[in-house]
Structure formats: structure tokens, C-alpha cells
């Protein structure tokens, strides 16, 4: 075949990838624990061809379990190119090397927002579906995240209950802005690190200080022994009268996406049984 | 007399200070006269859960490793030697992260304090088999040990299912006092005070073996049973304490060296004024720690680290000018 016919071909099999995919990507890889789940969420898993190695240690049980027979990926930028993707799906601020380096090899990229409220997820999930293809899918995790919250601010209790978000590590308790202070106050809670003016980081004697009636106590990624788990199960903790210490998957509640609406309503459930406090003993 | 001296202004400071160290904390101060009803039982939860058990362990790790800094000194008759510096405080890391990540600790409470004493028995024998030539090999062995026993440490972190070792890791290499347990503290204890022991016991071995190892032989001291009684103690008392706590330097470097002019360098004299100085170092140290008014504590490395290391540059500075 002569050179130029050669080319001929390349060029029009170059135009063909470039126009606009009426097929929806079909090798689609995500670098970020979030869009992971927004992923598995959207697309059948044939279609996903690796997730980050921390969607099979935290989250959901059964996407947990659907992460574990997908390869998966820790970031780096030579597993990425290796895997041929139709579409990479990624944070804003981690894998930053291999993103620069996939817009330079100009690979279709998605980089998704980390959404801390409700709206900000709505925004994500569209953005993330129209990308994937599964636009309507998208609509019924939407949907679904609508009926939570309704079902959420029904159960809500009238005098917010005193929460404090906790895992053993001062310095890694979540404040005002975050997704957690948005599933506390959808689920009828105050964060007592986000009330104007609370201390940047809480140690164990300022947890108890702060009096907590919930100290919902993050447990992350299963099996994984910290030493901040040691700490989170101070004897200290057991002593407190009028303490409730639920644990909560805090990998997962740092994710902006539909299902967090879910974390939302049961937390409102557990509130709402809550029994009730006396002032005097 | 001049033995009692020092003991007689070290017991009454440090006794003020343990007492003084109760009342601040990022809780805010405890003050007795401004508790009542509600808080005062909170007050009373902070003191005895917290505050107390963290007093108790900072007095009993500063005077193990101020002892076996005394100790270590006088067997190698090296003034650079101590706990941190001869590998016995990164082995002792070493086991203790085995313990933890591996579920070993979780199944087994006594693996942590076990563990940590093998790890410091490994790094410990190592220095002294590799470094036994002089004072320079033995700090150049200690430090290649250390190094070679805290990546370990690193590695097993980073092996191991975790998200937050690297936030772990400075756990390991910098100690902290913090959100300690009674529990913690009763693992540790019974090993420390056993190695303590065995160390106060090599007084007289150690004052002998100054005059030189000829001389000491001479007098009757088995050179090779002091060797392991040292190791042995110091792997006890440092390895359960690090277990604990994480690698704090350079009390064991500092305490003798802060003793010495006022009782002198015979190093029988030395040892339990060592020991007292060194709860009294590591006392101040958490005392800075929880004063400072940072959004975060300091981690307890970083404070001994900053006071401990010119000292450390100074004996070295000092000793090159002595014996050039």
C-alpha cells in the first residue's frame, strides 16, 4: 500500500475517534475514590475498565464487591496509559502528574468536582452521566437522591442533636463546608466543629470537653488497622454519660454523590431514635 | 552528700511540675475552684482518663530513657550514646508497627509491648555487633541501623491496608503523649520498671568498667554478662515505652549529661539522677507541647528534637576539640 493511501486511512480513522461519540465510551477509567462511585453507579461494570484500589476497601458492600473483580488502578500515569482508555474520570486535586499528563497525550478527561452540598451533586452526577452516557441513569439516582432528602427533612427532629464527626486523629475532624456538615444538618444535627469559632483540631480531651450527644465515630476502609482506630476506642469515650458512638464508613461520606443522600436519611432514622436526655441525672 | 544533692532540688520540681501538668490541656485549664456540678464531672473524667495516665507514662518513658541513656553511656564509654542513637528506639517502632497493622496487637494486647522489646533487642544487638570499635562506629552503626529499622517501619505502613500511613509514620518517628490509655499504660509499665531494674543493677559493673575493661576484669566484672544485662534492660524499658509513645530522642542523650556536673562522672552516681532528669525533660516536653498555643500539638519529637540536637552537635563539637 503506498504511503499516502497509508496516511489516507490513519487520517480518516483519526476523524472517526474525533467525531462526536454517538457510542458512549466503553473503556472508561477513574483515578478518584468518588468518581469511582459515581461510576459504578451510572455504567454496567463491563464498561469500567479499572477503578482506584480504594474502591474495594471502603463503601457500599456491594460495589465494594463489584470494585473487587475490576482491575484496579493506584493513579500513576503509566497504568492509566497502559489500559487504553475511551475516558478517564478524575479528581480536581489528587493524581495531578498523571492528569497533566494525559491532557498532553490529549486522552478524553473528565475532571469532576468535588460536590459538598446537594446542588453541587445534582451538577456532578449530570456532568459525569452526559459523559458516560447514561444520562437517564443519571436522572434516577437523581430522583432517588430527591426522595431520601424529603424522606430525610420529614424525620428531621425539631432541636438539632449535638454531633461531633470523629476518628482518632485530631486533626482530621470535619468542619463547616464539607459533605458532612451537609448529611448533619439534612439529618436534623449540629457539627459542633462547624459552629463559628470551634477549634481547628479536636484531641480526645476536647471531644469530650465539647460534650458531644453523637460522636459518630469514622471507621474507613475495612480491615485496615490504624492507630487512630486505637484511639477512637478510648476507654475515655465509653465513660461519657449521654454519649451515642455510631460508627460511619467516613471514606464513602466524603464522596458528593446521589447515594449520599441515603447516609442522610439513615443518620436522620438514628437521631430520630435517639432516647431523649434529661438535663438533670 | 554530694550524692543527695542533686535528688534533693530534682524530686521536689519534678513533683510540682507532675501536679502543675494536670491542670492545662487543649480542654482548657482544670482549675479546682471553677468546677462545679456539670463540669466537674466532665473535669473529673479528663483528669483521671487522660491527664493522669498521661503524666504517669511521660515520668515513667522520660526516666527509662534517661536511665538507659546513663547506662549506655557508661558501658560504651561513649558520651553520644543513648536509646534513640543505637537503634533500640527505631526497633522498638519497628515491633510495635508490626503489632498494630498487623492485627497482632488487636487479637494479642501484650504483642505490642512484646514485640516492641524484640524489636529493641534487634536494633540494640545490631549497633553493638556492627559498631563495637570506638565511639565514631558506634554512633555510624547506630545510625545506619535506626535508618534501616525506621524504613522498615515505613515499609510495613505502607504495606499494610492503610490510608493514613504516611500521617502514621511521623507518629512513629516523632512520639506523642497524647489520648493515652490507663490500658496502654498498664501494658507497658510491668516491662519498663523490669528493665529499669536490671539497669539500676549495673551501677557498680559500670564504675569499674571506667577505669577500662582490663582493669574491670580484674576487679571481677564479667564483661560479657554486663553486655547482655544492658541490652536485655534497655530492650525492656525503651522497647515497652516505645511501644507506647513512639520514638522520642534525645532524652536519653541529654538527662545524663544534665546530671553529671552537680554528682560527677563516676556513672554508678549518674544513673537514678539520670532517670529523674529524664521525667523531668520529657515532662516539660508535653508541657510545651500542650501550651503552645498551635491549632495542632506538636509532635514530642519536635521539641527534643529542636533542644536535643544542637546539644547533640555541641558534645560532638566539644569532644573533636578534646581528642582531636
Known sequence: MPLSRLCLVVLCLCCAAAAPAAAPPRRIVSLNFCTDQLLLALVPPERIASLTWLARTDGDAAQRALAARLPANRGSAEEVLALHPDLVLAGRYTTAITRALLKRTGAAMLEVDAAQDWEGIRRTTREVAAAVGATARGEVLLAHMDAALAAAAALRVADPVRVIGWNGAAADVPGADTLFDTILRTAGAVNIAARPGAAASFDLEQVVRARPRVLLRGTSYAGARTLRAGVADHPVLRALPDIAIIDYPEGAWACGVPAAADYALDLARRLRALPAVGRTP | ?324
Open chain 2, 1 to 324: 552528700m554530694r550524692r543527695v544533692a542533686p535528688l534533693a532540688w530534682l524530686l521536689p520540681l519534678l513533683g510540682a511540675l507532675a501536679l502543675f501538668s494536670l491542670l492545662p490541656g487543649r480542654a482548657g485549664w482544670l482549675l479546682p475552684w471553677r468546677l462545679t456540678g456539670h463540669d466537674a464531672e466532665l473535669a473529673r473524667l479528663i483528669l483521671w482518663e487522660l491527664r493522669l495516665p498521661r503524666l504517669l507514662l511521660a515520668l515513667l518513658v522520660g526516666a527509662a530513657l534517661g536511665l538507659a541513656g546513663a547506662v549506655l553511656q557508661g558501658l560504651t564509654r561513649n558520651p553520644l550514646a543513648e536509646p534513640g542513637l543505637i537503634g533500640a528506639s527505631a526497633g522498638a517502632s519497628l515491633g510495635a508497627v508490626i503489632a498494630i497493622y498487623s492485627g497482632l496487637g488487636a487479637a494479642f494486647a501484650l504483642a505490642m509491648p512484646l514485640l516492641g522489646l524484640a524489636g529493641a533487642l534487634l536494633g540494640t544487638l545490631l549497633t553493638l555487633a556492627l559498631g563495637g570499635g570506638g565511639t565514631l562506629s558506634l554512633i555510624l552503626a547506630g545510625a545506619a541501623v535506626s535508618g534501616m529499622l525506621l524504613a522498615g517501619t515505613a515499609l510495613v505502613l505502607n504495606l499494610a491496608p492503610n490510608p493514613y500511613a504516611a500521617y502514621e509514620i511521623s507518629h512513629w518517628m516523632l512520639g506523642s503523649l497524647a489520648d493515652r490509655s490507663w490500658d496502654q499504660l498498664g501494658l507497658a509499665t510491668p516491662f519498663v520498671l523490669l528493665g529499669m531494674a536490671m539497669l539500676l543493677g549495673t551501677g557498680p559493673s559500670l564504675d569499674a568498667l571506667s577505669l577500662g575493661e582490663l582493669q574491670a576484669a580484674s576487679l571481677g566484672v564479667q564483661l560479657p554478662a554486663l553486655r547482655r544485662r544492658v541490652v536485655v534492660g534497655t530492650a525492656l524499658a525503651v522497647g515497652a515505652a516505645t511501644a507506647v509513645t513512639g520514638t522520642i530522642g534525645f532524652i536519653g542523650l541529654l538527662a545524663p549529661h544534665l546530671v553529671r556536673g552537680a554528682v560527677g562522672h563516676a556513672p554508678r552516681r549518674v544513673l537514678l539522677p539520670a532517670a529523674l532528669m529524664g521525667a523531668l525533660l520529657l515532662l516539660v516536653a508535653d508541657l510545651v507541647a500542650r501550651l503552645l498555643p498551635l491549632a495542632q500539638e506538636l509532635q514530642l519529637g519536635v521539641l527534643t528534637g529542636l533542644t536535643g540536637s544542637p546539644f547533640f552537635l555541641w558534645l560532638v563539637w566539644r569532644m573533636q576539640r578534646e581528642s582531636p
